[in-house]
Nanobody, 126 residues
Framework: QEQLVESGGGLVQAGGSLRLSCAASGPSFSNYAVGWFRQAPGKEREFVTAISWSGGSAVNYADSVKGRFTISRDNAKNTVYLQMNSLKPEDTAVYYC??????????????????WGQGTQVTVSS
C-alpha cells in the first residue's frame, strides 16, 4: 500500500504561483506513474497532469493548464512536484496526487490510478 501526502497548497492572488509536492513513503514510488487531479466545490474531479515513472518518456497536461503548470519528479526523493504559475481563480480546488502501478500510465481517468493522497487546498483570489 502506497501512502501519498500532498503539501504546498494555500491562498494566492491571481497571477501568482504555487508549488505542490506529492511525497510517498513506499519503496516502489519511483516505479509508478503519477498524476494530479483537482476538484472544485460542486464539480467532478478533473485531470490536471500526469508523468510517467521516468519523467521523460511521457507527460500529459489538461488543455486548461498547458503552458502554466509543470509536473516533474525526483525519484531519489520519492516526490513529484506540480509547479503552478499564472494562477487563475478558476484553478481554485482541492488538488490530489495519484499513483498508477502501470508506470507509463498518463491517462486522464481517475479509475486508472491505484493510490490517492488526501488532497491539498489551493485558493486563488481575484
Amino acid at each position: 500500500q502506497e501512502q501519498l501526502v500532498e503539501s504546498g497548497g494555500g491562498l494566492v492572488q491571481a497571477g501568482g504561483s504555487l508549488r505542490l509536492s506529492c511525497a510517498a513513503s513506499g519503496p516502489s514510488f519511483s516505479n509508478y506513474a503519477v498524476g494530479w487531479f483537482r476538484q472544485a466545490p460542486g464539480k467532478e474531479r478533473e485531470f490536471v497532469t500526469a508523468i510517467s515513472w521516468s519523467g521523460g518518456s511521457a507527460v500529459n497536461y489538461a488543455d486548461s493548464v498547458k503552458g502554466r503548470f509543470t509536473i516533474s519528479r525526483d525519484n531519489a526523493k520519492n516526490t513529484v512536484y506540480l509547479q503552478m504559475n499564472s494562477l487563475k481563480p478558476e484553478d481554485t480546488a482541492v488538488y490530489y496526487c495519484a499513483a498508477a502501478i502501470d508506470r507509463d500510465h498518463v491517462g486522464t481517468k481517475a479509475h486508472g490510478y491505484d493510490y490517492w493522497g488526501q488532497g491539498t487546498q489551493v485558493t486563488v483570489s481575484s
